[in-house]
């Protein structure tokens, strides 16, 4: 694993890979291992990308796939609320950059429109350790499909709704750019 200093908002470090089995599993090996706060693990692709309950996330080339790890100063009681929060992120910075309108399916999908229907366009996962007061770490891990073209009829992607390429650094970072606006502690440090 390439593990760098990172030039992206709210992050400390970058953790990169072309291949990966999971940037979720990745970045929670780190965390049990005490990886910094807003370390950024990313990979091109997933060879095993998941989603809630263990759904597997189509992760091609072309997609943005990254998992943050952060050392959170609030209660567990709040998980529920950073779904939303994260997803809220995600949607702005899609609109921001590209215009598109999106729909939150709680807990954890992000929808597009795509003419008169509504399809998948990111998920999100988020996997925490902790007590009943106090959280060790927590993960949050982001697939958006960008470049890539789903198989699911019921999915779509930021070129299928533009017509043209986008830059995945420059949409990672916008992502992580909204992120750092919420309250989800990035970019306090």
Do not use: C
């Not at 809630?52 to 567990?76: A, K, V």
């Not at 949050?140 to 699911?152: C, E, Y």
Request: charged residues 25%; glycine residues 8%; proline residues 4%.
């Amino acid at each position: 694993m390439k593990k760098t200093a990172a030039s992206f908002p709210g992050v400390s470090h970058l953790v990169y890979e072309d291949e990966m089995e999971s940037t979720q599993n990745t970045a929670k090996m780190l965390a049990e291992e005490g990886a910094e706060d807003q370390t950024l693990v990313w990979a091109k692709k997933q060879k095993a990308g998941r989603g809630r309950m263990e759904r597997t996330w189509e992760s091609p080339e072309g997609g943005l796939y990254f998992s943050l790890i952060l050392r959170p100063n609030f209660s567990p009681l709040v998980l529920a609320e950073l779904s939303l929060k994260t997803a809220k992120a995600v949607s702005a910075a899609l609109f921001k950059i590209a215009g598109i309108e999106t729909r939150i399916k709680p807990p954890n999908d992000i929808y597009a429109r795509q003419g008169e229907t509504w399809k998948k366009i990111s998920g999100i996962l988020i996997e925490a350790a902790g007590n009943e007061t106090r959280l060790f770490w927590l993960v949050i891990g982001i697939g958006i499909n960008i470049n890539n073209r789903p198989q699911l009829e019921s999915a779509t992607s930021l070129k299928i709704l533009t017509g043209k390429d986008w830059e995945l650094k420059e949409v990672l970072s916008l992502v992580l750019k909204e992120m750092s606006k919420s309250d989800l502690g990035l970019g306090k440090k």
